[in-house]
Nanobody
């Protein structure tokens, strides 16, 4: 299964970006999808996730600012990021989980998000 991200780039603090991810299979066959991020010298963290049934979950630091959504017809998920902060700077990875009790086993190549002050 391939996951391909797009939409990263440079934004100013307070600005917005939207990340997109397309899967090579129907996302209805993927238990949950989400976005991880990794900043230099920091641990990888799950930013947001959405299950097949539409339940969402967010990292505390992005609640109220980021919104994850999915389009089953296009096999895509999105991450709308508003009110960006410099600490949001990281590589963002689109991920998928094949089963409810598995780890995220589908990973994209990542897209860089850089937020300047």
């Amino acid at each position: 299964v391939q996951m391909v991200e797009s939409g990263g780039g440079l934004a100013q603090a307070g600005g917005s970006l939207t990340l997109s991810c397309v899967a090579s299979i129907s996302i209805l066959n993927i238990d949950a999808m989400g976005w991880y991020r990794q900043a230099p010298e920091k641990p990888r963290e799950l930013v947001a996730s959405v299950t097949r049934s539409g339940d969402t979950n967010y990292l505390d630091s992005v609640k109220g600012r980021f919104t994850i959504s999915r389009d089953n017809a296009k096999n895509m998920i999105y991450l709308r990021m508003n009110n960006l902060k410099t600490e949001d700077t990281a590589i963002y990875y689109c991920v998928g989980r094949s089963g409810m009790y598995t780890v995220y086993d589908y990973w994209g190549q990542g897209t860089q998000v850089t937020v300047s002050s």
